[in-house]
Every structure is written in C-alpha cells, then in structure tokens.
C-alpha cells in the first residue's frame, strides 16, 4: 500500500504550480459533507427518483464518480475518511462502543492522523459541525483531534426532531443541548431539525472565519439514517410518487442511469433478497445473514401499499431536506466570495440501510393514521426496511454492513470551479476510495502526511491522490487492490476481479464475480477460475493480518465497554 499522489501529471497540478509560482492565490478552502446511509442512486445526478437539484447542479459543474468505495458501516467509514487508512488500522474496524484491542479499540488509535491535524499543520482553520462517531473518550474526541471548532454529537444520533439521552449536542469540549426538545439557537422561531441546525452552524463557521486563513469544514449529517423523520411539507410532496412500487420505480431508475451512464447500457437489475440479523450467543452484535427474495409490490394489498408509500415519502424527505441545506452551505460560500476556489466533497459513509426487516421497524404499528403520535418518537421508532432500500443501493446488490456493492457504493460529487477544469465529467472505470481522501486533500493543500506525531509512528497512508482525475479526462486506469472486512463479510477487488464472503465465520465460502462485467453480482465464477481464488484469499489474508483484521467474533478478546455518556 503506497501514497500515490500523482504529482508527476503536470495537467493535474497546474492550480499548484501557480501557488508555488508565488501568485497571489490561497490555498482552496475544503468542505467535506458525509452523508449517513444513503444509497448509491438517491440522488437526482445518479438517476434517483428524488428531487435533489442544488447538489445534482454542483455535479454537472464538477465531478462525479460511479466506482467510490466505502466500508459498509458508520464507524469505519469515519475513520478511514478521517486518516487515509482502512478502518482497522485507525483502530475502528466495528463500532465504537467496545474496546476489542488492535483494529477494534472503539475509537482513533495514536497511530493515525486526521484531516483536521495535517491541514491544521498547513495553516488551515478547522471546523466540524454534526455526528463525529470516531470515538467518545476525551483523547478521541474532535477537540483532540486537530478541530479547531466542533458543534455536534461524540456518538450516534437517533433523532431529528430532539435530543436523546447519550446524544447530547456539544460545542468545543462543552455541553450545549441536553436531552430534550430543545431550540435552534440560530433560529427560535423554527421547530429544532438536526439538518438544518448542522447547516447553520457550518454558515457561521463559514461567515466567522478568518479570511486571511484557508479553513477546512466537515460537515457531517445524521440523514437520511433511521429514524424516518422529515418536514411535513416535503413529506407530503412524496405522497403518491410510490405507489408504483419498488419494482417498477427500479426498472425506471435502471433505465435513467443506463441514459446517464451511470451504468453501461448491459446492466442489469441485481435480484433483491432480504436478510435477518442474528444473535450469537454470548455476543451483543447480530450479524446478518441472506434469507429470502424480497417479495413483489403486487403482492401487497392498498392499505399496505399506501403505508409503504408513506414511509418511502418520508425517507425522500430526508434526502430533499439534505439537498437544500446543501444549497444553503454553496450559497453561503457564493455570497462570501469563497466557492470558487472551494473544494467541496460529497459522499455518503455506507449503502443504504436495509436493518429490521423488509419493511422496517415497528411495521403495522407505527402508521400513517397515528403519525402525530410518533412524529418526533426518535430511536429505533420507524426506518423504511429492505424492499425501499434495494431502490437506493439499485441497480446493486445488498446494503450497510454487507461489503457486496449494494453495501459499499458511494456516489461521489466534487466541485471546485478553480480545480476543475472539465465540468461535468463522469468517471466510470477508475475505483476510488474513502482511503483517497487523505493523498488528495494533502495535495491540494500541499499538506505534509507524517511519518511521526507525538511521539508515535504513524501508519502510512493507504490511498492515492483523486487529483489527477479532476483535471485530466483522458487519465490512465491506475490498477490497484482494495480491501473490506466488517463482521461477517469480507471482500478484495483487484482490478475488475472481486472476491467477496458475507460469512466468514461459518464457512469459507467465496464468491468471484467480474466486476466491470457483472457489478450487480449475479455471476459467480468461483468454481471457473479456482487458482485465481485461491490468490486473491491468500492476498486478503497477508492484508488481514497486517491490519489488525480478526475473524468475528470467537478471536476477539471481550474488553472493557467503553462509558458513555460519561460520569
């Protein structure tokens, strides 16, 4: 694994080259928006059905790629954003509740640096607003970890709506919201939503800066993660739009993304199954095994179908509301004179959640005739289940925390008006990861990545530069091996093979599928190409060691739960 920046593509560094020719220009300022379970074709700009104009315009003006690997889950996702490193080496390789030692210590380890630390080295101010998830101990925290300014939640954020207990809301280090139904200090006269309360505070970030001084902001939101909580008004948009069903709407969708070229015009649908999630005994996680296919839109009587229509309205609501605050943040950088030399990122930290059942949390109890009772319910209350979420992870197979496509996918938008000089571009056959964060904004910024930080050796870097992709449309495919490991699934693509397991504890099971062919993943050639298997496990095998990679779970030693909230 090497830190490829790919500064010997001259095209790719002329925004560079003027800085180091001592013009008169800062450095770009960066703006990173993470978004929380939302699936590879949500968005208008990858043939989503849902109206998401002020992010789909930054598409069409910038870049977008079809092939942005996550890693399946949350926590991880974070980590591996965060430093440049797959999740178990920055020592979050499942979530952050518990301290399993090496690769699953519950939170950042010393071995790693973040964005916020390189860029704050670099000269840059550094601001997060929203869910952090990185790990909750005072060393883990934001503050510790190079964020000049921080308003959010250390943990998990089960609401819209309100604050819930151990999801208190933060600023520098101090407690902020408390527990309750609390008001928007920016606007009191607006009932208190997460997303636009994350939103304001990023615009007075932007508008408290120091202008002489380029700034970093990660911009973190808890949508459209469950609980399925969104504005009456937008809600009620959606009403009707999906009383097509899921199997129609996703034929439609294949066909807009084929018109696209999001896909190639041979992609086919990937067949959905559903999953249960099972208990180990003796283990508080239920990994997630395959059951049956999901079953069709017509087999549902109207009452159904108009309760499924309502939750799927709901969840589009999430993602529209996502959209304009969007618009807000890019307006707000336009009126300060800042989005031209702006980089802004989006992505989303894991596929689409199909948890709690085909068609989601409390079904038949939770509707649309008591919806004023549940409203602002908050927690585990309402999620959209399996049958929605194959429509956002489409034309992919599976979803969060499995590491087949549907699991993984991210679509990937970045817009900077000076860096950019091929609006629009759409890059198909280049993978790309969370892992490439790091290389690319450490170029751009022309930050230093350490080999040392206090004291500890820092792993290196495990991506490689986006840059030369931003610039150039005629850049060489770059071939390259990645890796995933998330409780019982586990994957290695190496070009356009991909090796993938979604039970690594019951079986040595392998399936092999030609990605560039078969992305949907319906193929499996294991049993055609057997010495080619056998490599590819022995790869990921020398990777899972090397990264503090254990089986799940009987290897791991039971540690310590980590407090939260703390004493």
């Known amino acids: 694994m090497i830190f490829m920046t790919h500064s010997y593509y001259p095209q790719s560094i002329k925004y560079l080259a003027i800085i180091k020719a001592g013009k008169d220009v800062m450095k ?46 949350c926590c991880p996702a974070r980590a591996s954003l965060l430093t440049g490193l797959y999740p178990h080496q920055a020592g979050i390789g499942m979530m952050v509740y518990r301290n399993y030692g090496d690769g699953y210590q519950g939170g950042l380890n010393n071995r790693c640096v973040t964005l916020a630390e390189v860029l704050k080295d670099a000269g840059y101010q550094t601001m997060l607003a929203g869910k952090w998830h990185a790990g909750h101990q005072p060393s883990m925290r934001p503050e510790s970890r190079g964020f000049d300014r921080f308003t959010g939640i250390y943990t998990h954020v089960d609401s819209y709506w309100k604050v819930l207990p151990g999801c208190e809301i933060y600023r520098d280090g101090e407690l902020l919201m408390e527990a309750g139904k609390p008001l928007n200090p920016y606007n009191s006269n607006q009932e208190f939503y997460t997303t636009d309360f994350f939103t304001d505070t990023a615009i007075d970030y932007v508008n408290t800066t120091d202008s002489n001084r380029p700034f970093y902001l990660h911009i973190c939101y ?34 807009r993304m084929r018109e696209m070229g999001i896909v190639s015009p041979e992609q086919e649908m990937a067949v959905g199954t559903g999953f249960s999630q099972k208990q180990i005994d003796g283990f508080d996680f239920k990994p997630s095994f395959d059951t049956e296919r999901l079953p069709e839109w017509d087999a549902h009587s109207q009452d159904e179908k108009n309760e499924l229509d ?19 943040v890019t307006e707000c950088l336009k009126k300060n004179g800042l989005l031209e030399n702006t980089l802004i990122l989006i992505m989303s930290d894991n596929g689409c959640s199909g948890e709690s059942g085909l068609y989601g949390m409390n079904w038949g109890e939770y509707q649309s005739s008591n919806y004023q009772e549940w409203r602002t319910k908050g927690g585990w209350s309402i999620s ?9 992870n489409a034309p992919l197979r599976k979803y969060k925390i499995f590491v087949h496509e549907g699991g993984i996918s991210s679509p990937f938008i970045a817009h900077w008006p000076q860096g950019i000089t091929q609006p629009g571009r759409l890059c198909t056959d280049q993978t790309f990861h969370l892992i490439d964060i790091m290389p690319t904004i450490c170029q751009i910024a022309e930050a230093k990545y350490p080999q040392e930080r206090n004291g500890h050796r820092i792993t290196p870097a495990q991506g490689m530069s986006i840059l030369p992709w931003l610039d150039d449309a005629n850049m060489e495919i770059q071939p390259r091996t990645l890796y995933w490991q998330h409780e019982t699934n586990a994957a290695i693509r190496r070009e356009n093979w991909k090796l993938v397991t979604s039970n690594d504890r019951e079986s040595d099971k392998w399936e092999l599928y030609d990605i560039c062919q078969d992305r949907n993943e319906s193929n499996d050639l294991s049993s055609n190409h ?29 540690l310590e739960r980590i407090p939260w909230p703390p004493k």
């Open 28 to 73: 770009p300022n960066i703006v990173t928006f993470l978004f929380d379970d939302m699936g590879f074709s949500d968005l208008g700009c990858f043939g989503g059905e849902i109206d998401t104009p002020n992010i789909d315009r930054l598409a069409t003006s910038g870049f977008r790629s079809t092939q942005f690997y996550n890693t399946a889950r």
């Open 222 to 255: 808890n949508a459209p993660h469950f609980p399925l909580e969104a504005p009456d008004d937008l809600i009620n948009k959606y009403r009707g739009r999906y009383l097509k069903g899921w199997d129609q709407l996703k034929s439609e969708k294949l066909d």
């Open 310 to 328: 309502f939750r799927r309205s709901m969840y589009a609501a999430q993602i529209e509301s996502l959209d304009q605050n969007i618009g807000r």
């Open 384 to 392: 959209q289940g399996q049958c929605w979420a194959s429509l956002s």
């Open 530 to 558: 057997p010495q080619l298997v056998k490599d590819m496990i022995s790869d990921w095998e020398k990777w899972a060691k090397n990264s503090d990679v254990l089986p799940w779970p009987e290897d791991r030693a039971r």
